[in-house]
């Protein structure tokens, strides 16, 4: 009689054979979990850009986009107004960051934060951070000051 693990590894591989070809399946199936394991409440398309949206005002967000770019050490090129919120531009080494601030409603903002890494390539991990480092100040209440432009 066959073991449980030898059960487990037959159904996982007449699993895949049937989503052969399926990329969305695996990318779905893995990002559930990488959602559930973080905990963040960061999401990620699949050409890695991170959002978020946060219970604060599109102006309190700003402040606060703002000192967590301060913290990393983040350059703002451009901090612009948009028809529903702000876009910011900044570079972090050799990575060009573009942050859009969407007003849902006056009390919600949804973050997107693309990072990208030469002509082809995304940051996902730099993305996340930053995302999380605006999380850290929204959540833990941390001052933000209007001089962090």
Same mark, same amino acid.
């Given at each position: 009689?066959?073991?449980?693990? *030898? &059960? =487990?590894?037959? *159904?996982?591989?007449? @699993?895949? *054979?049937?989503?052969? #070809?399926?990329?969305? =399946?695996?990318?779905?199936?893995?990002?559930?979990?990488?959602? =559930?394991?973080?905990? $963040?409440? +960061?999401?990620?398309?699949?050409?890695?850009?991170?959002?978020?949206?946060? $219970? /604060?005002?599109?102006?309190? /967000?700003?402040?606060?986009?703002?000192?967590?770019?301060?913290? /990393?050490?983040? &350059? !703002?090129?451009?901090? %612009?107004?948009?028809?529903?919120?702000?876009?910011? !531009?900044?570079?972090?080494?050799?990575?060009? !960051?573009?942050? %859009? *601030? %969407?007003?849902?409603?006056?009390?919600?903002?949804?973050?997107?934060?693309?990072? &990208?890494?030469?002509?082809?390539?995304?940051?996902?991990?730099?993305? #996340? %951070?930053?995302?999380?480092? +605006?999380?850290? @100040? =929204?959540?833990?209440?941390? &001052?933000? +000051?209007?001089?962090?432009?």
């Amino acid at each position: 009689m066959p073991s449980h693990g *030898l &059960k =487990v590894l037959a *159904l996982s591989g007449g @699993i895949l *054979l049937a989503t052969q #070809g399926c990329a969305a =399946v695996g990318l779905s199936a893995f990002g559930a979990g990488a959602g =559930v394991a973080g905990g $963040t409440g +960061t999401s990620y398309t699949l050409d890695s850009v991170a959002y978020r949206t946060f $219970t /604060m005002s599109s102006d309190d /967000m700003r402040r606060a986009t703002l000192s967590a770019l301060k913290r /990393m050490d983040i &350059k !703002v090129q451009t901090d %612009e107004a948009a028809p529903d919120g702000r876009h910011f !531009v900044a570079q972090a080494g050799d990575r060009a !960051v573009d942050i %859009e *601030l %969407e007003r849902l409603t006056a009390r919600t903002t949804r973050m997107r934060v693309s990072v &990208k890494h030469g002509w082809i390539f995304r940051d996902r991990a730099t993305a #996340g %951070e930053i995302i999380a480092k +605006t999380g850290q @100040i =929204v959540e833990n209440g941390t &001052k933000i +000051t209007s001089n962090a432009n």
